[in-house]
Structure formats: structure tokens, C-alpha cells
């Protein structure tokens, strides 16, 4: 969609992109400062596999004033970003043949690493209905012996649905009914969250051991570029997260961990403007969709992305394009629309598109009238 996007902006089109999976903000400006005293103070060397030691006392210190949660340094692992802490740790689990619990819609990494992995994916669909969250019964229901792993995000990547603390509860008394399962929290989003105090699913003392809980400084700090993530885990599985990340990357960049320690050591200001703005867009666009008729929307309540069903459209056809699939929609809008959306089929969802708000109120407001008025050219 992206590919398709450009050509037409080569063409002179004007093309809205509500396809990005990272805020539209720029890096805070004291976190570009540390980067550039790095560089002049020669920070310019290898550095140790799992990150400074530094950077990775200052992940533990915010785990414990923002989570309340009790991490050691040498249980946190510093990656070249959440994405390589998911990936690490999904190697180290998973064993050919073994059963990973996915809900979905899920990110859509998470498959392709069960793959790599030699794992079988075992999918539990949420759907909009229930704000895209499933419940204990429904977790219950797929384990099974083979079960070693399960994995989700909150705040969600594509749906932004937030799990509350009973909500996690909930799972919770699951995982407790089975010691062998690890859970792989993903909490890149933990900040973009409009409904007060994050909740993790670490908190939960009876399962803390088991749980792989990955964060980062891509979208909380508007980093994605500069690759600093992070998985902090019990020490076994540290250890081995740190001994195959020797074997394939190293540590990760010298600059880019002495601006995230700035991020962690400079509070949280630049964090709350930037989601008092996600918030704001939010609410614009949801109104917006909440007016198309056949699209079916709920109010997220965290990330910056919207995952309405568009199911009533397929079958549907403007006399010359038919509808019969999420990505034909989305192929579809951005033809007609000229506004780019992700399909849900990349989410495991059919029914669904993703469309991101990290953009401009005013193009926001602009591409939502194109959808409207594409949508509507459809019978
Ligand atoms: N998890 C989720 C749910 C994401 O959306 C993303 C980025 N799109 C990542 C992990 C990866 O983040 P990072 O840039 O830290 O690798």
C-alpha cells in the first residue's frame, strides 16, 4: 500500500498516508542533545551486548516508578528496538512444534517470528464487539499441552484497545491454572494511553516470573528511527536473550542508547503534550467515522490508530470495482480516496482496516471527507 501510495504521489496525486505505525512528532530536543554530546564525548564504541549498564539501571529505575515493578539491571536487555526484544525472545522460547497464543488482530511481526521460530500459531479472534479484547473463557478454551508461549499488545497495535487491570486479571487466573506458559507483554504504546495508569500484566506477582515484558523509546519518545528497545524478563531467559543477541547484532548504537537514557532521565512532559495531541485527533476522527454509514468504529482507547469494520461493503461495487475483501477496500480508497490505509488481512482480521492518525488534524479531517464521499459511491 505504501509502494502504491508513492507511485501515485509521483504522479502528482495528493495522497493522504494513513498507513504510519509511528508519531509524526520529532524526537524531543533534549533527547537530540544527549545524542550530539555522545558523539562529541566519543562514545563511539562497541558497547556491551544487553546496553550500558546505565541505560539499562535507568529501564529499571522506570519500571519501578512508573510500573511499580522490581527489576534488577541484569534482568533488563537492551535490543536494536522492541522489535529485536520480540524476536529474541520469541528463539529463546519457542521450540519447533510448540503452540503460541495470539489474539487477533495482532501486530503483524508477531506470526512471522512464531514462524521463524518453528512454532504453530494458535489464534483467538477479538473482534469489535468487544473492543477488540478477549477474556479468560476465550484463552482457556485453545491451550493445550503444546501451549508454550502467549503474546499481545497493550495498548494494541492495529485495534489500540487498552486491557485494564481486571481485564488482566481475568487472563490472569488462566495463566496461573498453568505454570508452563510464558506471556510476552508488549507495551510499546504503554504511554499512548487516554484512560489514566497503564496496566501491565506484570503487576501480577503470581505470574511476574513467566512474563517477558518488551517496552521501548520508538513511540513514547517519537525514536522509531534510532532503534532502542528493551525486554525485561526473569534472569534465565535475560541471559539467553543476551547470548543469541551477541551472536547477531551486538549491543545496539552507543548514540542512540545515551539519547534514550536522556529520554528516561528527563520525565515525561514531552510525552503528555505529544499524547494530549493523539487524544485531541482521536476524538476529531472518531466522530468523523462515526457518521459513515456501514462502518462499523469503536472509541480506542490507546496507540494512534482506529480498526473499523468495513465488512458491510463487501459485495458492494462504484460499476467498475467490487469489493470482496478488506484489501480491496483499502485498494480501493486509495484509488478513489486517495488516502492510504492498511488492510486488516495483515492483522489476521478480514474484516477490518487500520488507519492510523499520526498525521495533521487538518489532513485527518481531509481524508476522512475523501473516505466518506468514496465509501458512498458504493451499492
Ligand atoms: N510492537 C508493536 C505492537 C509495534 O507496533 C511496533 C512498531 N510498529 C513494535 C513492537 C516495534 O517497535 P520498535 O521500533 O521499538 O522496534
Avoid at 135 to 160: D, H, R, Y
Avoid at 173 to 189: G, L, Q
Wanted: with cysteine; net charge negative; hydrophobic share 40%.
Amino acid at each position: 500500500m505504501a509502494k502504491l501510495g508513492r507511485e501515485l504521489s509521483a504522479k502528482g496525486i495528493d495522497v493522504i498516508n494513513l498507513s504510519f505505525g509511528e508519531p509524526d512528532f520529532f524526537t524531543p530536543e533534549f533527547v537530540k542533545e544527549a545524542a550530539k554530546t555522545a558523539v562529541d564525548e566519543n562514545y563511539s564504541y562497541y558497547t556491551p551486548v544487553s546496553g550500558y549498564p546505565e541505560l539499562r539501571k535507568a529501564v529499571a529505575e522506570k519500571l519501578l516508578r512508573e510500573n511499580g515493578l522490581n527489576y534488577s539491571f541484569d534482568q533488563i536487555v537492551v535490543s536494536t528496538g522492541a522489535k529485536q526484544s520480540l524476536a529474541n525472545a520469541v528463539m529463546c522460547l519457542v521450540d519447533p512444534g510448540d503452540e503460541v497464543i495470539v489474539p487477533t488482530p495482532y501486530w503483524v511481526s508477531y506470526s512471522e517470528m512464531i514462524k521463524l521460530g518453528e512454532g504453530e500459531t494458535v489464534f483467538i479472534n477479538a473482534t469489535v464487539e468487544n473492543n477488540f479484547k478477549i477474556t479468560g473463557a476465550q484463552l482457556e478454551a485453545v491451550i493445550t499441552p503444546k501451549t508454550k508461549l502467549f503474546m499481545f499488545s497493550s495498548p494494541c497495535n492495529p485495534t489500540g484497545s487498552v486491557y485494564s487491570k481486571e481485564e488482566l486479571a481475568d487472563l490472569v487466573a488462566v495463566f496461573e491454572k498453568h505454570p508452563n506458559i510464558y506471556i510476552i507483554s508488549d507495551e510499546i504504546y504503554e504511554h499512548i494511553n487516554f484512560v489514566g495508569k497503564h496496566a501491565s500484566i506484570a503487576e501480577f506477582d503470581s505470574i511476574k516470573d513467566r512474563v517477558i515484558l518488551i517496552n521501548g523509546f520508538s513511540k513514547s519518545y517519537a525514536m522509531t528511527g534510532w532503534r532502542v528497545g528493551y525486554m525485561a524478563a526473569n534472569k534465565e531467559i535475560a541471559n539467553a536473550c543476551d547470548k543469541l543477541q551477541g551472536q547477531i547484532t551486538s549491543g545496539t548504537s552507543s548514540i542512540a542508547q545515551r539519547a534514550a537514557l536522556a529520554a528516561y532521565q528527563g520525565g515525561l512532559e514531552t510525552v503528555n503534550e505529544m499524547v494530549g495531541e493523539f487524544k485531541k485527533r482521536r476524538d476529531i476522527v472518531y466522530a468523523l467515522l462515526k457518521e459513515i454509514p456501514g462502518v462499523n468504529v469503536n472509541l480506542p482507547d490507546g496507540a494512534f490508530y482506529f480498526f473499523p469494520e468495513i465488512k458491510s461493503y463487501f459485495g458492494k461495487t462504484d460499476g467498475t470495482q467490487t469489493i470482496n475483501s478488506a484489501e480491496d477496500l483499502s485498494l480501493y480508497l486509495l484509488n478513489e480516496a486517495h488516502v492510504s490505509t492498511v488492510t486488516g488481512e495483515a492483522f489476521g482480521n478480514n474484516d477490518c482496516i487500520r488507519i492510523s492518525y499520526a498525521a495533521a488534524e487538518d489532513k485527518l479531517i481531509d481524508a476522512v471527507t475523501r473516505i466518506k464521499a468514496a465509501l458512498a459511491k458504493l451499492s
